[in-house]
């Protein structure tokens, strides 16, 4: 079946709410991360990526004319006893989110979803990945706090 042009399946609206709603999620909890233990690394930097797939996201409904899902995820991110216990879930969290895109990318062909999902699971593995391992590598200690403006 041939799709219109400017017209989404209800396969790719799906992947789109299911991609954008992974993506709510990982936020949600790196910002509850944050919130629990400080601006650490890697999670403050991975939240900035996560806000920025988010958009690439957005930008994809809104090109189709779909309206944008909002989060659901405000008071229902995840919390963690450690650190290091937040970067193992980060670790698990890019591995499902790997296969999730993996899965997600079979629901369309459009040149341009396409390399949104591909660009999302590109940094997911090549990335956020690595830096969750070394986070978990260095143990309770946690990344280096980001130092805000005006603050020792």
């Not at 790719?12 to 650490?40: C, H, M, P, R, S």
């Not at 991110?77 to 290091?84: H, I």
């Amino acid at each position: 079946m041939t799709n219109s042009p400017n017209t989404l399946s209800n396969a790719e609206t799906a992947a789109l709410n299911e991609a954008l709603d992974d993506e709510y999620k990982a936020l949600a909890t790196y910002e509850q991360v944050i919130a629990d233990f400080g601006e650490i690394r890697p999670f403050i930097n991975i939240a900035d990526s996560e806000r920025r797939h988010i958009d690439a996201l957005r930008g994809c409904f809104e090109r189709y004319g779909v309206t944008v899902p909002e989060s659901s995820w405000e008071g229902r991110a995840p919390r963690f006893d450690s650190v290091g216990e937040a970067c193992r879930a980060g670790i698990d969290g890019e591995v499902e989110n790997a296969a999730m895109y993996d899965r997600l990318l079979q629901s369309t062909e459009r040149v341009d979803l396409i390399e949104v999902l591909e660009n999302l699971q590109r940094a997911s593995q090549e990335n956020h990945l690595a830096a969750f391992q070394r986070c978990a590598d260095r143990g309770d200690g946690g990344g280096r706090r980001r130092r805000l403006r005006g603050r020792p």
